[in-house]
């Protein structure tokens, strides 16, 4: 079991709304150390610089998006441990590949939602 505030998120969006809602969410369960990235393309020069317990990645971005972003980490050796979840509404959850996406979290997002994330990877959240 885990302790929130020893976790450590990085959160991929383009909207500045959605990386401060998804801040706001995570420090509502305890997790305190949350990094914010723009792109896919931020994301993955701060995956290099630090270690993180779970990626929270939009779907839709310019650039790099969510899926290809995962991918990237999955193929990754060092990175490829890592759970991606997948910011987004129902409607856009048919274009994530198989076994790339580690699970689902609904836009806009909710500390429910995030809870049930973070626990089916990473356990029970103390």
Excluded: W
Excluded at 2 to 19: E, G
Excluded at 63 to 80: D, F, R, S, T, Y
């Amino acid at each position: 079991m885990p302790a929130a505030k020893a976790l450590k998120i990085l959160v991929v969006d383009d909207q500045q709304t959605m990386r401060g809602l998804a801040r706001q969410c995570l420090k509502k369960l305890g997790v305190l150390d949350v990094s914010l990235a723009a792109s896919g393309e931020a994301a993955l020069d701060v995956l290099t610089q630090k270690k993180f317990d779970a990626v929270i990645s939009d779907l839709n971005m310019p650039g790099l998006n969510g899926v290809e972003l995962a991918e990237k980490i999955k193929e990754h050796p060092v990175l490829k441990s890592i759970p991606v979840f997948l910011a987004t509404s129902d409607a856009y959850r048919d274009r994530a590949v198989e076994g790339t996406i580690d699970h689902f979290v609904a836009k806009p997002f909710s500390v429910q939602d995030m809870r049930v994330a973070i626990e089916s990877h990473l356990g029970a959240l103390t």
